[in-house]
């Protein structure tokens, strides 16, 4: 098993800044890559970012593309979420997320998640 846990959500104006942290922990030599969903209120679940373990690949959905930054510290076994020049429709609950295998684009290779983190972004 992969114990995931995020911190670093928060309340913040649009145009500012906030980043998330996932740090892992259990069974983290199997996991394949890490990935951060979100999900606002009456929308579906999305991809946000998506890394593999090695840092090898990145995947971003368009709307952040620009502005957010998946990266990992395999050292700390820990992923960050920067997000740069936020608007209020990043507002959303984010969710650290692992897979085990499967593509790192798929939300459906995602197994295990963490208790997710509230973003609310004012204008």
């Known amino acids: 098993q992969v114990q995931l846990g995020e911190s670093g959500g928060g309340l913040v104006q649009a145009g500012g800044s906030l980043r998330l942290s996932c740090a892992a922990s259990?069974?983290?030599?199997?996991?394949?890559?890490m990935g951060w969903f979100r999900q606002a209120p009456g929308k579906e679940q999305e991809l946000v970012a998506g890394?593999?373990?090695?840092?090898?690949?990145?995947y971003y959905v368009d709307s952040v593309k620009g502005r957010f930054t998946i990266s990992k510290d395999n050292a700390k076994n820990t992923m960050y979420l920067q997000m740069n020049s936020l608007k209020p429709e990043d507002t959303a609950v984010y969710h650290c997320?692992?897979?085990?295998?499967?593509?790192?684009?798929?939300?459906?290779?995602?197994?295990?998640w963490g208790q997710g983190t509230q973003v609310t972004v004012s204008s």
């Open positions: 890394i593999t373990w090695n840092s090898d690949s990145t």
């Open positions: 259990g069974r983290t030599f199997s996991i394949y890559a």
């Open positions: 997320a692992a897979a085990k295998g499967g593509y790192f684009r798929n939300p459906s290779s995602y197994a295990y």
